[in-house]
């Protein structure tokens, strides 16, 4: 949902599919949704989940869905630390120094 009645983007890439459902959903909507194509979108998104394909290809998959839940959002905060898109309240820390404060 849209915040504070500002119009909500959505990057896709230029499938007619999802180009052609986005612009139903807006005619039903007060605020339109902006749409922003990417032509090679989808290898941007492969591109950052090649860590976690890596991590879980030699598991043959998982016994539960609790599992793969945990393990996923291991990799996907590391991910987010290694990046720099975690908060850190304007002081500088290092990746492990940020990873250890996630446990209080």
Not at 3 to 12: F, K, L, M, Y
Not at 77 to 97: C, F, L, N, P, S
């Amino acid at each position: 949902m849209a915040h504070n009645g500002e119009p909500e983007t959505v990057t896709i890439d230029e499938s007619g599919a999802n180009l052609a459902s986005l612009e139903a959903i807006n005619a039903e909507r007060e605020i339109p949704t902006s749409i922003r194509q990417t032509k090679y979108l989808n290898n941007i998104i492969e591109r950052d989940h090649r860590a976690i394909k890596r991590r879980t290809r030699p598991m043959l998959g998982f016994k539960n869905f609790r599992g793969a839940r945990i393990l996923l959002s291991g990799i996907e905060v590391t991910h987010m630390i290694r990046k720099g898109q975690m908060k850190d309240d304007g002081v500088a820390r290092t990746a492990a120094e940020q990873f250890y404060l996630l446990e209080i």
